[in-house]
Structures are given as C-alpha cells and as structure tokens.
C-alpha cells in the first residue's frame, strides 16, 4: 500500500514533506526556466502578454493533434474523460508525455501515459512512444482541515501494455479479460468529491 496526497496549490508534486517537497519545488523550478527563456528577447526581459498567448495557442494546438492518436481516441471512445495533460510542454530539456486519466466505479483510477516528440514549431506530433496504462485501486480517502485529499492505494496496482489494451478495447473495457475482477458495487467513500475536484482543474480542456 501507499499514499499520495495532491498539494493544493501545485497537484503535479506529491507531499512529501520537508527537505524532499523542498528539492522537488527546486527541480521542478528548475526545469521551468527553459520555458521562459524560450520566450525572452533579452536574459532579462520577461515574456510579453501576447508571447503568453502565442504560448498558450500553440499549447491546444499541440494538446489537440496529441488526442488524434489513435490509441488515445480508443481510450477516449471508451472511457469518455476530459482530464489530459500535455507535460513538459515547450521545456526542450524534458521528455513531453501525454496523460489521459479516468475513473471507475468510484474506486479504481485508470491511466493512459505516452511519450510523444513534437516538431520545432511545438505543434505537431511527430513521434510516439510506447503507451502505459496504469490501473490503481484506491483503498481509503481522507479530507484533510485545509481541503486537500489524502489517499491510500490498496495491493492492486496493474500495468499494461498495448498487447493489454487491444484486447480491453476489444472488450469495450471489460477487464475480465486481462483476468482482472473489478469491484463495482464498492465505491469509497469521498472518492466522488475527490474526482470531481480533479475534473476541475480540466475544465478548460
């Protein structure tokens, strides 16, 4: 079994606590700074409000050739979900991925991840690699004073590979095929409001 707890004002890291959060909040700084200076004229000029949204254009032009993958259409046809991420996005240093995440049975959590390789404008998909896809069972939720979730994850953590998902698809999603017995008729308590807090942060999507 282990923890995870979303931070509230940064979900990408986990919590783990004094010296450890301080040196991921460095690293994590760190390899931001190529994104910015991506975007400066001079090492001292900060990005101009319309080089933020030439950015932020060139971000959904990249996030909406990444869904024309056809195993990430496959993922979307049978497990509808608007939580993607795009990360890494423009930092040339670090390995873009993409994430498509859903829920199920209000106990399980469901991941698609996919290394992609985009052109030198930072639009176009023009590699991929091989796709993971990560089933969690989530054992206990707890709500802590300032908001936050605090989740346990219980024995059953699968992983597959693309063999694995034709055969899910296949079965439109039935996982019995990969000789796995879904709990369905035991949501976790909290489990919803915790997912519809990440849905939130999607929104936009």
Not at 181 to 197: G, H, I, M, T
Request: charged share 25%.
């Amino acid at each position: 079994m282990y923890r995870w707890t979303p931070h509230a004002e940064d979900p990408s890291l986990s919590e783990v606590g004094g010296k450890a959060a301080m040196l991921l909040r460095f690293l994590w700084l760190k390899a931001s700074l190529p994104l910015l200076a991506s975007c400066m004229q001079t090492p001292h000029e900060l990005p101009s409000h319309s080089e933020i949204q030439q950015l932020e254009r060139d971000h959904r032009k990249a996030l909406a050739d990444a869904l024309k993958v056809e195993i990430v259409r496959e993922f979307r046809q049978i497990f509808p979900t608007k939580m993607i991420t795009l990360s890494n996005y423009h930092i040339a240093t670090a390995k873009q991925a993409l994430m498509v995440q859903t829920s199920l049975y209000s106990r399980y959590e469901f991941h698609l991840t996919i290394g992609l390789k985009l052109d030198k404008t930072w639009t176009k998909v023009v590699g991929l690699d091989k796709p993971q896809f990560q089933l969690n069972e989530v054992k206990e939720i707890e709500r802590l004073e300032d908001g936050r979730f605090y989740l346990s994850y219980g024995d059953m953590q699968k992983r597959f590979d693309e063999q694995d998902w034709k055969k899910l698809y296949t079965a439109r999603g039935d996982f019995s095929v990969l000789g796995i017995d879904l709990r369905k008729d035991q949501p976790v308590p909290l489990f919803a409001e915790y997912w519809k807090a990440q849905e939130s942060r999607f929104a936009g999507n």
